[in-house]
């Protein structure tokens, strides 16, 4: 039974997909997010089928069913604009972006050249060294027991990575415009490639795939109003920085997992299907909760909590008699039942969803800015979080998701407080 329940979660992804793609004519954002899905149930049939190491309890249909159906009530939002096709989108306030651009940009420039020297040392020694990756990977957590202690090190790391999801859009969306600046198009190419790099300088896979997932979801949603010409070196050069990002990665995953039993080709299967087996094993019933420990720690902290852990070692110290914690990937449908319990977290996932339809409606044709960036981040949680856990936790999480929020309202407020709102300015280039 077990391989009949995997079986069908496949089909109905896979029918999920053909059945879009039918409808919408184009493989756009939400075929990229759909696919994603049925990529990951396929390699959660081969993960079950060849681990020798992971260890699995039975599964059952009804946890399976009850995924699919919030994973399609979260992306609603998502696949109900991806019906606009002819839409035109917003142009905002070009002060603000330069502002938030400004940010991204300079304090990315800033850190990775102060530590250019770490990642070309950290990247050659993975390349040149069978067990480098495994190496650096020890040294690197044996740093992360100091996350979360407040102590700042490097400030312009901290507005690097919470800026990284919105650089990544601004980024796209700098490059519909007709009247470019090439230093800036230089220095934004700059720092959202290196943060690929960045993290593999550190034998980290998460946060590098993190970064390529984004840059491609970021890509999706918005390569019609890039110019033609544009968007083909970026296809070019896509393929080329998606070719250079495998080599080292897979190194990294040679030194760490292949001396182990499952090997290489087992822990990438590991890596991108375990979640959906977690998820069906623990999801509902994980011997107790973590009450938003790991979801939102830094805003329990903020309205007074006492024993909030800082990071991952300590959260896992504090619930040492739950079944798995985050040491495993459960998706971030998972991460918050883990957190608040099916209940609650089935009323978050519903109330969110109601309340994204109603702020990114689609009102003559034309998407505001502020309902791109909403809509943006609900393809961040999805493209991130389908693979792992949820993007937005602990307190480095917690304060990108406050970016979100942030720059949302600020582009709201200043569109509202546009003299000449009602006449919208609008970019439509398409191709």
């Known amino acids: 039974m077990n391989n009949l329940y995997l079986i069908i979660n496949i089909l109905v992804w896979l029918i999920t997909f053909f059945y879009y793609q039918f409808k919408r004519k184009c493989f756009d954002v939400g075929s990229l997010l759909i696919f994603s899905f049925l990529f990951y149930a396929i390699n959660s049939y081969l993960h079950f089928n060849t681990t020798f190491v992971f260890s699995y309890n039975d599964l059952t249909l009804f946890p399976f069913i009850y995924l699919y159906i919030i994973l399609m009530i979260i992306m609603w939002p998502v696949l109900k604009y991806t019906k606009h096709r002819e839409h035109q989108i917003q142009k905002p306030s070009m002060s603000l972006l330069y502002v ?190 973590r009450y938003g420990d790991r979801t939102f720690p830094l805003f329990k902290t903020l309205l007074g909590f006492d024993d909030v852990p800082r990071n991952f070692w300590e959260r896992r110290i504090k619930y040492p008699n739950l079944k798995i914690n985050d040491e495993v990937f459960i998706g971030f449908v998972g991460d918050f039942l883990l957190d608040f319990g099916p209940l609650i977290s089935t009323i978050i996932f519903i109330v969110f969803t109601i309340y994204a339809l109603y702020k990114t409606k689609i009102r003559n044709n034309v998407i505001l800015f502020h309902q791109l960036i909403f809509l943006y981040f609900i393809m961040c949680l999805c493209i991130q979080g389908g693979i792992k856990l949820f993007p937005f936790a602990d307190i480095g999480g917690n304060l990108r998701l406050i970016v979100f929020v942030l720059v949302y309202f600020a582009f709201k407020l200043d569109y509202k407080n546009s003299s000449n709102h009602q006449k919208i300015n609008l970019i439509n280039y398409g191709n």
Request: proline share 3%.
């Open 100 to 289: 938030i651009i400004f940010i991204y940009m300079v304090s990315s420039v800033i850190r990775f050249a102060s530590s250019l020297d770490t990642i070309y040392e950290g990247i050659f020694t993975i390349l040149n060294e069978p067990m480098g990756g495994r190496d650096i990977y020890r040294d690197t957590m044996d740093s992360s027991y100091n996350l979360g202690d407040g102590v700042i090190e490097n400030i312009f790391a901290i507005f690097s990575n919470i800026f990284s999801d919105i650089g990544i859009l601004l980024f796209f969306y700098y490059l519909t415009l007709k009247n470019k600046n090439k230093y800036i198009v230089i220095g934004l190419t700059f720092s959202v490639v290196l943060s690929i790099f960045s993290p593999i300088a550190q034998s980290l896979r998460g946060p590098a795939v993190d970064r390529l997932l984004t840059i491609i979801i970021a890509y999706f949603t918005l390569r019609r109003f890039i110019p033609h010409e544009i968007n083909k070196k970026i296809k070019i050069w896509g393929i080329v920085i998606i070719f250079i990002f495998t080599i080292p990665m897979l190194a990294i995953t040679v030194s760490r997992f292949g001396e182990r039993e499952s090997g290489t080709k087992g822990s990438l299967y590991a890596y991108i299907g375990q979640q959906n087996l977690n998820f069906n094993n623990y999801a509902f019933d994980n011997n107790g909760l």
